[in-house]
């Protein structure tokens, strides 16, 4: 089992940045594919960005390529997610997520992430035009 806990959420005019962090527990998590997703209201959760076990290879979501970076320190069990130039359409609750099977690929874990992940409780971001 794997405990995920995200903070560094806010409010934030277009054009600003924010850092999310996600610290794991119960395991390490240098066994896993680590990742974000992020949910906007009346919408359904959707991929953000992935990472792989050792950081060398990352994924990004169309809508947030060249924007978000996300990163991984294995010695601190967490994972981040630096996000530059936000807008209104950014807007959600945005969640860390593992794959429950440590083995997979981020391309693997994709086809499967709703029913079988990890989740933390997520963390509110608001971007105000």
């Known amino acids: 089992q794997v405990q995920l806990v995200e903070s560094g959420g806010g409010l934030v005019q277009a054009g600003g940045s924010l850092r999310l962090s996600c610290v794991a527990s119960g395991r390490t998590i240098s066994n896993y594919v680590m990742g974000w997703f992020r949910q906007a209201p009346g919408k359904e959760r959707e991929f953000a960005a992935a990472i792989s076990r050792s950081g060398s290879s990352t994924y990004y979501a169309d809508s947030v390529k060249g924007r978000f970076t996300i990163s991984r320190d294995n010695v601190k069990n967490t994972v981040y997610l630096q996000m530059n130039s936000l807008k209104p359409e950014d807007t959600a609750v945005y969640y860390c997520?593992?794959?429950?099977?440590?083995?997979?690929?981020?391309?693997?874990?994709?086809?499967?992430?709703?029913?079988?992940?990890?989740w933390g409780q997520g963390t509110q971001v608001t971007v105000s035009s």
């Open positions: 997520a593992a794959p429950k099977n440590w083995g997979w690929s981020a391309p693997r874990w994709m086809k499967e992430y709703k029913e079988l992940s990890y």
